[in-house]
């Protein structure tokens, strides 16, 4: 397998870069380069987004923290191995369509291990529970103690907790969607509020 490298496209506010090799943090950089084991922290007032050599993009909201787990491709094959472990974290993933059947793109929390296969996912999590909606394509949400797989198509969300299992696929709400798909890229960030927009009453995404 060949090494994968992820560069840091775009960041605002505090961000910190904890090294996989000598787990000591320093200020991250636009144009930084990570490799797997490296981690990723935003601060209260920071975003970022990092774009992988494969061209998937991952945005992070503040107070967010992920690990680049495996970063990985095939030689002559084009399938690659993207991991990834946070316990907490308001995440988007923009991945390009697989043209590989053996590509992995997972996201794996306390309660839940997201897989998806050329599509946009949006995760929450706090540790004790996740949420985690698809559009523009399919994904599947795995429960990490029972193994049981749940399938989620475009345009559903399912929500996880440490008492087990994977809830049954629900269909995002339009006001879900324009509440959980703003505040990415800080273009709204005069008011705090904006980088963590309420999530209307009811919503699994807040």
Same mark, same amino acid.
């Given at each position: 397998?060949?090494? %994968?490298?992820?560069?840091?496209?775009?960041?605002?506010?505090?961000?910190?870069?904890?090294?996989?090799? @000598?787990?000591?943090? #320093?200020?991250?950089?636009?144009?930084?380069?990570?490799?797997?084991?490296?981690?990723?922290?935003?601060?209260?007032?920071?975003?970022?987004?990092?774009?992988?050599?494969?061209?998937?993009?991952?945005?992070?909201? &503040?107070? !967010?923290?992920?690990?680049?787990?495996?970063?990985?491709?095939?030689?002559?094959? $084009?399938?690659?191995?993207?991991?990834?472990?946070?316990?907490?974290?308001?995440?988007?993933?923009?991945?390009?369509? %697989? =043209?590989?059947?053996?590509?992995?793109?997972?996201?794996?929390? &306390?309660?839940?291990?997201?897989?998806?296969? $050329?599509?946009?996912?949006?995760?929450?999590?706090?540790?004790?529970?996740?949420?985690?909606?698809?559009?523009?394509?399919?994904?599947?949400?795995?429960? &990490?103690?029972? $193994?049981?797989?749940? !399938?989620?198509?475009?345009?559903?969300?399912? #929500? !996880?907790?440490?008492?087990? $299992?994977?809830?049954?696929?629900?269909?995002?709400?339009?006001?879900?969607?324009?509440?959980?798909? @703003?505040?990415?890229?800080?273009?709204?960030?005069?008011?705090?509020?904006? #980088?963590?927009?309420?999530?209307?009453? =009811? @919503?699994?995404?807040?």
């Amino acid at each position: 397998d060949i090494p %994968m490298e992820a560069s840091i496209t775009w960041l605002t506010g505090k961000v910190l870069v904890v090294s996989g090799q @000598s787990a000591t943090a #320093h200020e991250a950089k636009q144009g930084e380069t990570l490799n797997s084991m490296d981690k990723i922290e935003t601060e209260e007032d920071g975003l970022a987004e990092l774009t992988l050599g494969n061209g998937n993009v991952i945005n992070l909201k &503040p107070n !967010s923290t992920l690990t680049l787990t495996q970063l990985t491709s095939e030689a002559g094959t $084009g399938a690659y191995v993207n991991k990834f472990q946070t316990d907490r974290c308001k995440l988007r993933a923009i991945v390009e369509k %697989m =043209g590989n059947s053996r590509s992995t793109f997972e996201i794996a929390t &306390p309660t839940a291990v997201a897989a998806v296969r $050329g599509t946009i996912e949006y995760l929450f999590t706090d540790g004790d529970t996740t949420d985690v909606a698809f559009f523009d394509g399919t994904g599947e949400v795995r429960d &990490p103690v029972s $193994g049981k797989t749940t !399938s989620v198509g475009d345009g559903e969300s399912v #929500h !996880s907790d440490r008492t087990g $299992g994977v809830s049954d696929p629900t269909v995002v709400s339009d006001a879900d969607y324009e509440s959980m798909n @703003s505040g990415w890229d800080g273009s709204d960030q005069g008011d705090k509020q904006t #980088h963590d927009p309420e999530r209307p009453e =009811g @919503s699994a995404f807040r």
